[in-house]
C-alpha cells in the first residue's frame, strides 16, 4: 500500500499545483520553438532558397530557378564591389573610433573620481537610442546653415553630407558616437578586472606607465576588447537606419542600403536573398577571423 | 644592501590611525619579522617601507636617505607579495625578466640573471611555463625570483607563505632562510605565524593596535615578554595567564589561586611585585610542573582535559579559580587523575594587572 503511495506521489503534487513540471517546460518552450522557426528558420532557408531563383514579390510570376545566375551576376557588378568597398572604409574608421574613443573614456574612467556613476550613465546614452532618431538629429547637428557643428567648429557654411569625400565620414561620426559607450562599458569591465596587486608588483619592478600599459593592462583587457571589436564589426556591417537618413550620396551606399535598396525599391527579391547570403559569408569569415585573435589573447 | 629607518611614522585612514608613532630600525643585512594578529598595522608598515602606501607623517630613510616621499619604482626595493602577484600572462621567465626589462637591462644580462636566480631557487624546469600551470609552492618561488633577480637594496616579504598548505610553509621557510642567508641581503618579513616568526627572524617586532609592542631577538621575545599582549601571542600552546594574589613576605611567599588554593614559592621570586596592585601570573605550560605524589611546594588537583599532540600532550588541571595547561610526555596522565601541580618559578612571569606591563626583578 505504501508502494503504491509513494509511486502516486509526484502526480498527485502535480496535479496539486495545476500542471506537471513538463507541461510547464512545454509552455515556455514551444511558443519560443514557433517564434524562432516562423520568424528565423524559415526565412533564413525560404531566402536561400529564392537566391536560386529570379523571383520577385512585386508580381505574381512563378519563380524560376537559375541556379548560381544571381550570385554570378553580383559578384560580376562593380557596383557591388564598391559597395563593399564603401562598407569596409566604413567600417575601418568606425570600430576603430569606437575603440580608441571607448577605451580611452574607460581608462578616464577606470579610477576614483566624483560622481562616476552618474557620468558613465550619462555617456551611455548614446547606445539608448534609436538609431533613426540618432539620424534625424544628427542630420540637424550637421545641417551648413544652422547646425550647431559647424558653428562651434567655426567652419562657415561646410557641407559635411553633401560633400562626398566627407559623408562617409560624417555617418561614420555618428556611429562612433553612439556606439563608443559600448566599447567603454566591455573595456571598463576589463580594466577593473585587472588586480590592483599586478600594478603594484609592476610599480615595485620599476616599470614606468608606458610599459605598465602595454606590458600588462592592454594584453589582460585584450579578450574583452576583441570581444568588443567582433560586436562591433558585425552590427557596423548591417548599419543602415542613421546611414540611410543621413545622406543619399552614392558614396555612402553601404551593402544594407543597397540590399534593401535591391530588396524594396527594386523588388528583385532573388537576387538580393543572394546578395544577403554573401554578406552574411563575408560577416561569419571576418568574425571567424576575430575569434581565432579572440582564442589567441585568451590563451596567453 | 640596506639600513632601513623608521622615525615617528604615523598613518591615518581617514579618521582610523592604522600606526601610532612607529619608531624601528633595520639594521643593514638584519632579518627583521614583523609580528601581530591580522589589523595590526604590520602590513601597513611594510607597504610603507616599499611605497605602496604613503605616510600621515614621519620619516623614512634607506641608507640615510629619505624615500617617503619617492615613488615605490625610486626606492629601489623588492616586494613579495601574499597573493603572489605574478603575470599570469606572462611565463616564468617573464615574470622574472620584467623588473629587469622594464629598466632596459641588454637581453645577455637579463638571460644571465634569470638563470642564475632560476638556478638558486631550482625553477629552471618551468621557466617557458605560466604561472596558471605552477603549484602555490612554485609560484611563491617565482615571486621570490622577481623579487632578487635585481639585487634590491631590501626585500619586503608580505605573509610570502600564507597562502600554503602546512608542509609546505614548513619546506619553504627553510628555503627563505637558506636564501637570506646566502645573499645576506635585508629582509623585512610580515607574519601573523609565530613560529615562522621565531624560525626565521633575526629580531622579531611584535605590534599590536598600531604600535610596536616590543623589539628583540626571538629568545629574548619568548622568554622576557614585555607585555601581557606579547607573552600571550608568542609561543605555542598560548601562556598561561592567571589573576593571583601574593601574600607573605621577603623570606617566603604564596601564590593565591583564590578558592584556598595556594602555591608556596620562595619569596626572592615575588618580592619585587607591588603590593596593593592587581597581579597576573603568566606561565608557559612547560613550566608548569605536574607530580604523581605529593611533594613541597605542589598542591593537589585532578587534570580534566587531556590533548595528545604526538610528541607531547598538553594537560588541563584546575587550580583554584584558574585552568592552567601543563606541557607533560606522553601518557604522564590520564584524564580525571589526581595529580600535584606546581610551578617553576624561574620561569614565572609577572604582569601589571592592569597595564598588563610585564614586573621584572630589577638585579
Redesign the interface.
Known amino acids: 500500500m505504501a508502494d503504491v503511495m509513494t509511486r502516486l506521489e509526484p502526480d498527485t503534487r502535480a496535479a496539486a499545483r495545476g500542471l506537471s513540471d513538463l507541461s510547464i517546460r512545454n509552455l515556455f518552450i514551444i511558443p519560443t520553438i514557433a517564434f524562432l522557426i516562423i520568424f528565423n528558420v524559415f526565412p533564413l532557408i525560404y531566402s536561400l532558397y529564392t537566391a536560386f531563383t529570379d523571383y520577385r514579390a512585386s508580381t505574381s510570376a512563378p519563380a524560376n530557378w537559375i541556379g548560381l545566375g544571381n550570385f554570378r551576376e553580383l559578384l560580376n557588378d562593380p557596383n557591388i564591389w564598391r559597395n563593399f568597398t564603401i562598407t569596409a572604409k566604413y567600417v575601418v574608421i568606425s570600430v576603430t573610433g569606437q575603440v580608441f574613443v571607448g577605451f580611452g573614456l574607460a581608462m578616464l574612467l577606470n579610477r576614483p573620481i566624483p560622481l562616476k556613476g552618474l557620468i558613465t550613465t550619462l555617456l551611455l546614452l548614446p547606445m539608448m537610442l534609436s538609431p533613426a532618431v540618432v539620424g534625424l538629429f544628427w542630420k540637424l547637428l550637421y545641417d551648413p546653415s544652422f547646425g550647431i557643428i559647424n558653428f562651434f567648429l567655426g567652419l562657415g557654411k561646410f557641407e559635411w553630407l553633401a560633400d562626398p569625400q566627407m559623408a562617409l565620414w560624417a555617418v561614420a561620426i555618428v556611429d562612433i558616437w553612439m556606439w563608443s559607450p559600448f566599447v567603454m562599458l566591455l573595456s571598463l569591465a576589463g580594466l577593473s578586472a585587472v588586480p590592483k596587486h599586478l600594478y603594484e608588483a609592476a610599480e615595485i619592478d620599476r616599470a614606468g606607465p608606458f610599459y605598465t600599459f602595454f606590458r600588462i593592462t592592454l594584453p589582460l583587457v585584450a579578450p574583452i576588447l576583441m570581444i568588443a571589436i567582433i560586436f562591433r564589426t558585425m552590427e557596423a556591417f548591417k548599419t543602415f537606419d542613421h546611414a540611410y537618413i543621413l545622406s543619399t550620396q552614392p558614396t555612402t551606399e553601404l551593402i544594407a542600403i543597397r540590399l534593401y535598396k535591391m530588396a524594396f525599391l527594386e523588388w528583385q527579391t532573388g537576387m538580393s536573398s543572394a546578395f544577403a547570403y554573401i554578406v552574411l559569408i563575408v560577416v561569419v569569415a571576418i568574425t571567424n577571423i576575430y575569434v581565432k585573435y579572440l582564442n589567441k589573447a585568451k590563451a596567453r | 644592501m640596506a639600513r632601513i629607518e623608521l622615525r615617528n611614522i604615523q598613518k591615518f585612514f581617514g579618521a582610523v590611525q592604522v600606526l601610532k608613532d612607529v619608531n624601528l630600525t633595520i639594521e643593514d643585512g638584519e632579518f627583521v619579522v614583523m609580528l601581530g594578529q591580522s589589523g595590526c598595522g604590520k602590513t601597513t608598515t611594510l607597504r610603507a617601507i616599499?611605497?605602496?602606501e604613503t605616510v600621515s607623517s614621519g620619516t623614512i630613510s634607506i641608507d640615510g636617505k629619505e624615500v617617503q616621499d619617492l615613488?615605490?619604482?625610486d626606492r629601489d626595493?623588492?616586494?613579495v607579495?601574499q597573493?603572489f602577484?605574478?603575470?599570469?600572462?606572462m611565463t616564468v621567465r617573464e615574470n622574472i625578466a620584467?623588473?629587469l626589462r622594464?629598466?632596459r637591462m641588454s637581453q645577455s644580462e637579463l638571460d644571465a640573471a634569470v638563470n642564475e636566480v632560476a638556478g638558486v631557487l631550482g625553477i629552471e624546469r618551468f621557466l617557458n611555463r605560466k604561472p596558471s600551470a605552477l603549484s602555490g609552492g612554485d609560484m611563491q618561488r617565482v615571486a621570490i625570483g622577481?623579487a632578487l633577480v635585481?639585487r634590491p637594496k631590501a626585500l619586503l616579504m608580505d605573509e610570502p607563505i600564507g597562502a600554503l598548505d602546512a608542509k609546505l610553509r614548513e619546506q619553504m621557510r627553510a628555503e627563505i632562510k637558506r636564501l637570506h642567508i646566502s645573499r645576506g641581503s635585508t629582509s623585512v618579513y610580515v607574519t601573523h605565524d609565530q613560529i615562522e616568526a621565531m624560525s626565521l627572524a633575526d629580531r622579531i617586532v611584535v605590534m599590536h593596535a598600531g604600535l610596536l609592542q616590543q623589539v628583540g631577538a626571538p629568545e629574548e621575545v619568548y622568554n622576557r615578554p614585555a607585555n601581557l599582549f606579547v607573552a600571550q601571542f608568542v609561543g605555542s600552546p598560548v601562556m598561561n595567564v592567571s589573576d593571583i594574589a601574593v601574600e607573605g613576605g621577603a623570606g617566603a611567599a604564596v601564590l593565591s589561586f583564590g578558592k584556598g588554593t595556594r602555591l608556596p614559592v620562595a619569596g626572592g621570586h615575588v618580592g619585587h611585585l607591588p603590593g596593593q596592585r592587581p597581579v597576573k601570573l603568566g606561565i608557559r605550560p612547560e613550566a608548569v610542573l605536574l607530580r604523581h605524589a605529593p611533594e613541597p611546594g605542589f598542591v593537589e588537583t585532578e587534570t580534566t582535559n587531556i590533548e595528545p599532540l604526538g610528541s607531547h600532550e598538553i594537560v588541563d588541571v584546575r587550580l583554584g579559580d584558574a585552568t592552567l595547561r601543563a606541557r607533560v610526555e606522553p601518557g604522564f596522565v590520564g584524564d580525571g587523575q589526581k595529580v600535584w601541580v606546581g610551578i617553576d618559578p624561574e620561569r614565572a612571569h609577572f604582569f601589571d594587572g592592569e597595564s598588563g606591563m610585564a614586573l621584572r626583578r630589577t638585579a
Request: no cysteine; charged share 15%; aromatic share 18%.
Open positions: 616599499a611605497g605602496l615613488r615605490a619604482a626595493i623588492a616586494f607579495f597573493s602577484s605574478l603575470y599570469p600572462h620584467f623588473p622594464a629598466v622577481r635585481r
